[in-house]
C-alpha cells in the first residue's frame, strides 16, 4: 500500500482526479507529477510508478477529457426528437453532435485544450466512447437515410472535423481577426455557419 493509504489502482485513479482539477482551475501547463503527488499525500516514487513522466499524466487526463467531449456529443444527438421523414432526422442527429462539439470547447475550455494537448505517448486505452467514432456512424447513418451521397462517406469525416474542431480552436483562442467583424456576429450564428457550410460541402 503507498504512503496515505491509497491501494495501487486507487492511487493512480487518484493522480487523474486531482491533474484533472488543476487542468480545470490553471491549465495543462500547471500540470507536473511532483507536485500531484505532494497535494494527495504520496512520494514522488509512487505516483512515477503509475505516470513515469508528464507525458504518461497528459496523455490519460487527454483520453477522460476526449471521452467525455464524446458523451456530450451522443448525448445531444439521443436528443434529438425520432419524428420526421428518417433522412431529415439523420441530418439533425448530425448537427446535433457537430454544435454540441464546439459548445463542449466553449464550456469547458481546459478540458478542450486538455483534450487535445499534445503527448509524446499514445493513450493508455482505447477511447470508449469516442468522439470520431460518433462522427462516423453520424454520417455513416446519413449516407445510409440517402441525405449524402454514399461516395462522401470516405472524406465527410474529415471535412467535418475540420470545420467543427476549426472552430472550436478560434473561438476558445480567441483569434478571430479583429478586421473581419465576426466578433458582433455572436457564438451561435458562427457555429451555425459553419454546420451549414458542411452540410452542404457533403451534399
Known sequence: MAKGGYHHG??????????MQVV?????????????????????S??????????????????????ELARS??????????????AGRSVRRFEAIGRAYIRFALRQPRLFEVAFAPSSVPPPAPEHPSAWGVLVDAIDEMAAMGAIPAARSADAPLVAWAGVHGLSTILTASKLPSESGLHHSGDEAMIDAVIDAVIRSLR
Open 10 to 19: 486507487d492511487l493512480e485513479a487518484a493522480l487523474v482526479d486531482s491533474a
Open 24 to 44: 480545470l482551475s490553471d491549465g495543462v501547463g500547471a500540470l507536473t507529477v511532483r507536485d500531484l503527488a505532494r497535494t494527495i499525500g504520496v512520494s514522488p
Open 46 to 67: 509512487a505516483a512515477y510508478r503509475h505516470f513515469p513522466s508528464r507525458d504518461h499524466l497528459v496523455a490519460a487526463l487527454s483520453l477522460r477529457a476526449r471521452e
Open 73 to 86: 456529443m451522443l448525448a445531444a444527438r439521443d436528443a434529438v426528437p425520432a419524428t420526421g421523414p428518417k
